[in-house]
């Protein structure tokens, strides 16, 4: 149980407050409301552009970091394509300056043409490292377009293409800090060392002055049910060849989610997994091979992915995936091993909130999909799915025309 109290400034910025004593730091997480998929096709990747671009400079502050180091903090940040993340952590005697740091760049980013020239730089570096020249770094360059079709999730988070981000210019720059970059288009958790009066003083002596902007309300397209399998083969410079195959499956607020997360568990989530113990330890036709879900709020995809050992053909090693996943799909789950992977699952959410950080940052993600509460729903979600439940997602998302693959083969 995560306790927090909140309340909201007159501009609209949502504020989260996690007393937590026990510890000597605080933590100050910003969650902006806006990811890849509120991008335009025609210019991708700003979402993931503004993360960089927000640490080169603001209106007062023309180094960012320096501050914060000097009172002992460190920062962070990362970009997905549902939500754009900032944190600082720092000794809880220093929390007014990460809200002095963070309230200047949310009033105004010195939008400086070299500091948009040098992290353009960086951005196009980071795309060719990361995706293009590095082993499987392209998958989902693939992926993503072949099982979207009119959501914008059909684009990964560094964007479509490289020229997107080249041809980015200050006045798109400034349009999108200005749509989106806005109090009441963004949440604040302040956790740690911290009281809830402390914080409300702090909020409105620091945001409170930011003006609003006009109300972001998202209109997306929303992908069709997938009714014909897809694929695609391509060969590369890689160790060795692999197979990636996505399932269409709910968004985050879906009742269906948490079975649907199970199930990718029971498929793949370790060695014990059904995945594993058929085809890397039976069969030995794979050197590994996992299972997982992307947690999209949107529709998701539910991922396979194994790599195969030498000289075993693709086509072998596809229909090996397919009677795994054929077996999970009209076979009743046992219940012993559904409780064992809902045992899994509840120990990996204990420990994510080990962290004050880790904490703020569900806090955060928890308000930006309406109901910051959620964060205390997730032990129970996952332990009242059913076998019934978990058979039923499996028929539905399993489909062989619901997948679309990806055969990524070693060049020999």
Not at 150 to 158: D, E, G
Not at 228 to 233: K, L, P, Y
Not at 276 to 285: A, F, G, H
């Amino acid at each position: 149980m995560i306790d927090f109290q909140s309340f909201v400034l007159d501009n609209g910025l949502k504020v989260i407050v996690h007393e937590d004593t026990s510890v000597p730091i605080a933590v100050v997480n910003i969650a902006y409301n806006v990811g890849s998929r509120d991008e335009s096709e025609e210019k991708t990747g700003f979402a993931h552009l503004f993360e960089h671009l927000m640490f080169g400079g603001s209106k007062n502050i023309p180094n960012y970091d320096t501050p914060l180091q000097k009172v002992g903090g460190n920062n962070n940040a990362f970009t997905s394509p549902d939500l754009t993340n900032y944190y600082i952590t720092l000794p809880a005697n220093n929390l007014e300056t990460a809200f002095w740091l963070e309230s200047d760049r949310m009033l105004a980013l010195s939008f400086d043409p070299q500091v948009l020239d040098v992290q353009k730089k960086v951005v196009i570096e980071e795309f060719k490292q990361r995706y293009l020249n590095q082993p499987y770094g392209d998958i989902w360059l693939h992926l993503r377009p072949m099982a979207y079709k009119k959501h914008p999730y059909q684009w990964p988070t560094i964007g479509r293409e490289i020229s997107h981000i080249e041809n980015a210019c200050m006045e798109d720059v400034k349009d999108f800090f200005y749509r989106f970059y806005r109090p009441n288009n963004a949440v604040l958790v302040v956790a740690g060392n911290v009281q809830l009066e402390q914080v409300k003083v702090l909020a409105q002596k620091w945001f409170g002055p930011i003006p609003s902007g006009e109300p972001y309300i998202r209109q997306l397209p929303e992908e069709a049910r997938q009714t014909e399998a897809r694929a695609e083969t391509m060969e590369s410079n890689v160790p060795v060849s692999a197979i990636y195959k996505v399932y269409q499956m709910c968004g985050k607020l879906s009742p269906e989610y948490h079975a649907t997360d199970l199930l990718s568990d029971l498929l793949g989530r370790s060695k014990s997994a059904r995945l594993y113990q058929e085809l890397v330890e039976k069969q030995k036709l794979f050197s590994s091979i996992s299972a997982y879900v992307t947690g999209s709020i949107d529709k998701g995809l539910l991922v396979v992915s194994g790599k195969l050992n030498q000289d075993i053909d693709i086509q072998v090693a596809n229909t090996a995936i397919e009677s795994v996943v054929d077996t999970l799909r009209t076979e009743t789950i046992p219940e012993d091993e559904l409780q064992k992977v809902k045992n899994q699952a509840e120990s990996t959410l204990v420990f994510s909130e080990l962290e004050p950080l880790n904490r703020a940052i569900n806090l955060a993600y928890a308000t930006l999909l309406g109901d910051t509460n959620l964060v205390n729903q997730e032990a129970h979600k996952i332990n009242t799915v059913t076998q019934e439940q978990l058979h039923q997602v499996a028929q539905e998302v399993l489909r062989a025309d619901n997948c679309s693959t990806l055969n990524y083969l070693a060049k020999k």
